[in-house]
């Protein structure tokens, strides 16, 4: 595999349900993050974790909670959700060095409906 | 705080044509990078071309060149002779030096007639 993976592509959950996302990057970077599209919305930053610590939490309601286990997998335990929550989720992943910009790598998405 | 302004929702162009895709943007940053990205049907996020705000010349990647225009806080896509499988949205972003954050414009839906 290469770049940055993330399962599964599709996820239909009830209220009720219990889920998580996985992301998986093979790019040997040290920083990895969550995004959030709803339909007709730019992309919103969700979480952000440098060096598997948790860097940033943009106000993002506690029914989504992440973890990062290490460098390369990132996941986005999901329970008690609404039907708002239902959205495209993106994984991304980069080199994060003091002072330097670099570019976002992503993965292809996980496309969540929350009936 | 950094802002990203598309006022485009959508454009067309035809096969073969060029095609500039508009971006203005907002920063309290000395330093900070502009990227954009390609998003088709499909969903994933792909990128295209990255500006850094002391580049003294614009970006260029293959058919996609940046118009980098610092005084004007404009950063627009230039895509030279289009392509049917260039029909996506289009995203704006800047990032500044703290952290790699980006923040996203509203996008541009762009269209590739035959």
């Known amino acids: 595999e290469t770049g940055v993976t993330q399962t599964p592509r599709h996820l239909v959950m009830g209220m009720t349900n219990k889920k998580s996302l996985k992301c998986e990057q093979h790019?040997?970077?040290?920083?990895m993050y969550w995004y959030k599209q709803s339909a007709k919305k730019p992309l919103e930053l969700m979480f952000v974790?440098?060096?598997?610590?948790?860097?940033e939490n943009n106000s993002v309601p506690s029914r989504f909670s992440p973890e990062c286990p290490n460098s390369s997998h990132l996941f986005l335990h999901l329970h008690t959700l609404q039907p708002e929550d239902s959205a495209l989720y993106l994984c991304?992943?980069?080199?994060?060095?003091?002072?330097?910009?670099?570019?976002?790598?992503f993965g292809p998405g996980t496309r969540l409906t929350v009936t | 705080a950094q802002k990203i302004t598309q006022t485009q929702p959508g454009m067309f162009v035809q096969e073969k044509e060029a095609v500039t895709l508009d971006c203005t943007y907002d920063t309290s940053d000395p330093s900070y990078g502009l990227f954009w990205y390609k998003q088709p049907s499909s969903g994933e996020m792909i990128f295209l071309i990255y500006?850094?705000?002391?580049?003294?010349q614009n970006a260029t990647e293959g058919r996609y060149s940046l118009n980098f225009q610092k005084a004007r806080k404009s950063a627009n896509l230039v895509i030279s002779a289009s392509q049917l499988g260039d029909s996506a949205m289009y995203f704006c972003?800047?990032?500044?030096?703290?952290?790699?954050?980006?923040?996203f414009g509203q996008g541009t839906e762009l269209s590739v007639k035959p």
């Open positions: 790019l040997g970077h040290n920083a």
């Open positions: 974790y440098n060096f598997k610590e948790q860097t």
């Open positions: 500006q850094g705000s002391y580049d003294q």
């Open positions: 972003a800047i990032a500044g030096n703290q952290g790699g954050k980006l923040i």
């Open positions: 991304a992943s980069s080199q994060e060095g003091s002072g330097v910009i670099y570019e976002q790598y």
